[in-house]
């Protein structure tokens, strides 16, 4: 599942981003993913609570902007969108063209924003941004779901 790394980096990028700052908690990231960068965005949610657990984004929303497969005919310059599944079914609405496209969006991956509540607004005794060390240890294979069960609920939210 390449989606616990992808997760994994987006938390370590929340984090650092919020490192040095005046914030005492992440309340929403909003991520931009390509329908072609094959990443099942199901998953990414309970990913990122699991590996968010025990920091300042533990309770994150995170809000997904699936952007769809556009392509650009070569011959004629429209711009349409596609069905990524079906490549059999590309052709130009305008000049009807089969082949000669370049690709205009469906394989963006990234944070669009980060929202915060400041500390100042917060009680005394906020954890400051870490990295999720015990996140890392997960996703590099050093624990397994049968020893975690915050790791075995997270798996089971991706596949139901």
Do not use: Q
């Not at 609570?49 to 902007?65: G, H, K, M, P, Q």
């Not at 400051?128 to 939210?157: F, H, I, K, N, Y």
Request: hydrophobic letters at 45%.
């Amino acid at each position: 599942m390449h989606e616990m790394s992808l997760v994994r980096d987006i938390v370590d990028v929340v984090l650092d981003a919020c490192r040095g700052g005046d914030v005492a908690r992440v309340s929403k990231v909003r991520l931009s993913i390509g329908e072609l960068h094959d990443v099942v965005v199901e998953y990414v949610p309970p990913l990122f609570r699991y590996l968010a657990r025990d920091t300042i984004a533990a309770d994150a929303e995170v809000l997904i902007n699936v952007v769809p497969a556009r392509l650009a005919c070569g011959a004629c310059g429209a711009v349409f969108r596609v069905d990524h599944r079906d490549p059999r079914g590309w052709a130009c609405p305008d000049c009807h063209a089969r082949d000669g496209f370049s690709l205009r969006s469906g394989m963006e991956f990234m944070i669009e924003s980060i929202e915060v509540e400041d500390a100042e607004d917060e009680t005394a005794g906020t954890s400051p941004c870490v990295p999720p060390s015990a996140a890392a240890r997960t996703a590099s294979g050093m624990t397994s779901s049968a020893e975690d069960p915050m790791l075995s609920e997270a798996l089971a939210a991706c596949v139901s």
